[in-house]
């Protein structure tokens, strides 16, 4: 019956399969890239009764970011919006329940940081205060997120301002079943003490739940009342920068909190446990893991014999599990409708028979891939985006049998320039199978010989890249100027299981480095690369890996383009991360062939570019970088004003850096350019 409502819906509101595209690319303008997208950062309600989505704010050409909100009862009718302001800028938002909306904003700003979050402990840090804010869907008022219920349980001003720098209120838990209660928490970086309450979203009150100490978090909560069921401690290990990590669960019976053995990982293994939810028909756990496997994969936990099931009880063949997803309505609550793997995209896997019936009906209305974000009892609303390499998002609601297009985030991409993206396997030096993101410009066929290429490696190195739509617009901006793109997911990455990410360790400039040119000898096997028109581009860990391609012999690149690139592992390493948990898992793996000591041994040129607000990777790795080597090999350094770290830059940022980047790679990047 769902499936012939769907079909005919689909025939009534002339769904349909769009068109095939056009097989050749013309460059895409920075301003394509630079411009605030129509729509982005899309949610549904609890009830279902609002949307709620950044959107380009009226009137400004799309320079600046607004908050909309859809009142679902009439879905055409246009939204409510409310624009960023001069100090400003709205960056996030969610619907929440009881007509609440969550905002965040972020502003620039400089002073004495005093240890709180990232950047300089004494004297003046350039930075942002990202500030979080309750609305309703009339926009009527915007208050402070938390802060009432926060200052009335003793949140002083001075700790008030290092939650907005390091952005360390966090919604935990929705509670889907309560129709007014949210949990949240609220994290001191300082001391790693976290408090969590009950809030009250229609009284704007807190209850205190629980108040852990340092070394404690809790990782799992009753999504039916918001009581904790499991909670992580870390233990000092004697000796050691290290730390156990012991998961407690509270006994039924008793009520208490008991240690499990089963459960207990040291910190630095970087094993995952990761309790997820509770079957309420067993009483076991569900615990996403890769004790017994190279891929995170589901088990269950029996808490009364201590014991995990003989063998996973979900598990993707190929990719790791990222998460579960959970019934969030009555008629389902908390059954396992499905999971997420982390393949060449963030993949849904459905096993209840209903969502993968929705699921395929507007697969067959599509080309592109199509995500469910959320949806309402008996799918009476479905909130979904289509999306892809070589489509930018688009997003429709469902309601009643009646699709509304809400919005498409970048309609002046013509999507016949885009790329499509491929998930590759390469063989590293020693054997090791690297997984790969390759994105070739549109229309290009193998007859048609090597194209200049770019290997891109992504930041972290900790992380991950995806073969969606790429949210910085690097690649679509390359593959359209007739570049090849390779993002290699060299060792270190996560994700991929958990020997490609251990075999990073201490690799910096090593091993992990001989990943990225082992892609590129690759593509020259493979007829993709030219190997005389090859360059090296990445931002953060990916601009470190240009850095030190830059004084690396016989590397395969004519040049390296860093942005915001670590080039001194000596200054951070010791300091990565934010506290002592981070470095304690991640700062002692920052080590390997340091460029800043090795700069005399530069020789193919260089573009640095970085913003003068970034407090992750300081300015100084990349101006000593290029003092250090101006004088041996081309180098050029470009200082982005206002420009913090991370996603999301203003648009006159992506204007400063794209043509740059464009003009060195044709004009500087070896004999002729590439």
Known sequence: MLKQTLMAMAMATGIAAQAGAEITADPLPADAIARIPNIQTVSLSSEGDMVVAIVASPGSDNERTALATWNLDNPSDPPVVTPSNDRMSIIWANALKAGRILVLGRQEWT?????????????????????????????????????????????????????????????????????????????????????????????????????????????LFDRRNGDVLVRNELEPISGELDYRVLHYIRNDQTGEFEVHDALTANLRDRYTVAVTGRDEATGQYYVLTDQFSDKVQVYAYDPVSRSYSDGPVLAHPDFNISGLIRGQHESNFNDVLGFTYQGADSSVYWIDPAMQQVQDILDGQFDEPVSIIDWTEGFETVLFSVEGSDQPPIYYILKNNRLTLLGQS?????????????????????????????????????????????????????????????????????????????????????????????????????????????????????????????AIFGYSYGGFAAIAAVVRENSPYQCAIAGAGVSNLGRIGGNWGENRVQRALQGWTVDGMDPSENTERANIPILLFHGDRDVRVPLFHSTDFYNAVRN???????????????????????????????????????PGGL
């Not at 720098?165 to 003490?193: F, K």
């Not at 050029?636 to 203003?650: A, C, G, K, Q, T």
């Open 111 to 219: 002073g004495q940081l005093g240890g709180c979050g990232e950047g300089r402990t004494t004297g003046a840090t350039a930075t942002f205060v990202t500030k979080a804010y309750l609305t309703d869907a009339d926009h009527s008022d915007f208050e402070e997120a938390f802060a009432r219920g926060g200052r009335s349980l003793g949140v002083s001003e001075n700790t008030q301002r290092c939650f907005e720098i390091a952005g360390t209120t966090n919604l935990v838990s929705d509670l889907p079943l309560e129709p007014n209660n949210v949990i949240i928490e609220r994290t001191n970086t300082q001391s790693l003490s976290s408090s969590y309450y009950r809030y009250n979203l229609a009284t704007d009150q807190a209850e205190l739940l629980l108040r852990a100490g340092g070394r404690t978090s809790v990782s």
């Open 632 to 670: 041996r090999v081309h180098a050029e350094m470009l200082v982005v004003e206002d420009m913090p770290h991370s996603l999301p830059w203003y648009p006159r940022h992506h204007r400063t850096f794209l043509p740059e980047i464009e003009r060195f790679l044709e004009e500087d990047c070896g």
């Open 410 to 534: 970048r309609p002046w991409i013509d999507t016949a320039d885009l790329p499509e993206t491929e998930l590759v396997y390469y063989p590293a030096r020693d054997g090791l199978d690297i997984p790969g993101l390759l994105s070739l410009p549109a229309g290009w066929e193998p007859e048609d010989g090597p194209l200049p290429t770019i290997i891109h490696p992504h930041g972290g190195p900790w992380a991950r890249d995806y073969a969606g739509w790429d949210a910085s617009g690097w690649v679509p901006y390359l593959t359209s100027r007739g570049y090849a793109v390779l993002r290699p997911q060299y060792r270190g990455s996560t994700g991929w299981g958990r020997e490609l990410e251990l075999a990073g360790d201490a690799q910096w400039g090593l091993s992990m480095q001989d990943d990225k040119d082992d892609g590129a000898a690759w593509l020259v096997e493979q007829g993709i690369a030219d190997p005389e028109r090859i």
